[in-house]
Antibody, heavy 117, light 107 residues
Framework: QVQLVESGGGVVQPGKSLRLSCAAS????????MHWVRQAPGKGLEWVAV????????NYIDSVKGRFTVSRDHSKNTLYLQMDSLRPDDTAVYYC??????????WGQGTLVTVSS | DIHMTQSPSTLSASVGDRVTITCRAS??????LAWYQQKPGKAPKLLIY???SLESGVPSRFSGSGSGTEFTLTISSLQPDDFATYHC?????????FGQGTKVDIK
């Protein structure tokens, strides 16, 4: 069955970098657009980024443009989110999600990123 | 960017109640709207897509309606498993945005 497992979260100082991974199983990553969505503690959901199925198109929320990069390694069937110049307001649980015919049908369990000195 | 506003923010209800949550978009999104259910510490779960289509496996007590800028999620008879937070989300164009969430708790 479809499974998404995020990893790479942790505590990081402001201005530093972190790379999140989302390992996919039960399907081929290259066949689907993939998204990152985050949720700050006690807050609502915030869509962050998307990579198209063919990797040719990427879109980001304004607050992370120029700092975050979404990519994937098809040989590893893994999605990534490279996060640079991290700020305290990037603190959140980060979810990867697969877009299907019915929008975001499959989600990972999330990984917590805490940006703090 | 399209802004999504949900109401109410919190809703207290009893088992068996009919519950309605509203989501308004700052501009027309046609029917490009989804509803998710989220329980504490868990990932969101898709309930409704394209405003009114029920995701496979979701109980029929959940229904969605609306188009353009105003949408509703209705739970016809609230069950114990339904106490959770509900989020609407548009997917008409990037950036996709979510409402702030509606927490349904026990009265």
């Amino acid at each position: 069955q479809v499974q998404l497992v995020e990893s790479g979260g942790g505590v990081v100082q402001p201005g530093k970098s972190l790379r999140l991974s989302c390992a996919a199983s039960g399907f081929t990553l290259r066949n689907f657009p993939m998204h990152w969505v985050r949720q700050a503690p006690g807050k609502g959901l915030e869509w962050v980024a998307v990579i198209s199925y063919d990797d040719n198109n990427k879109n980001y929320i304004d607050s992370v443009k120029g700092r975050f990069t979404v990519s994937r390694d098809h040989s590893k069937n893994t999605l990534y989110l490279q996060m640079d110049s991290l700020r305290p307001d990037d603190t959140a649980v980060y979810y990867c999600a697969r877009e299907g015919a019915h929008n975001l049908q499959h989600w990972g369990q999330g990984t917590l990123v805490t940006v703090s000195s | 960017d399209i802004h999504m506003t949900q109401s109410p923010s919190t809703l207290s209800a009893s088992v068996g109640d009919r519950v309605t949550i509203t989501c308004r978009a700052s501009q027309s999104i046609n029917n490009w709207l989804a509803w998710y259910q989220q329980k504490p510490g868990k990932a969101p779960k898709l309930l409704i897509y394209k405003a009114s289509s029920l995701e496979s496996g979701v109980p029929s007590r959940f229904s969605g309606s609306g188009s353009g800028t105003e949408f509703t999620l209705t739970i016809s008879s609230l069950q114990p498993d339904d106490f959770a937070t509900y989020h609407c989300q548009h997917y008409k164009s990037y950036p996709w945005t979510f409402g702030q969430g509606t927490k349904v708790d026990i009265k």
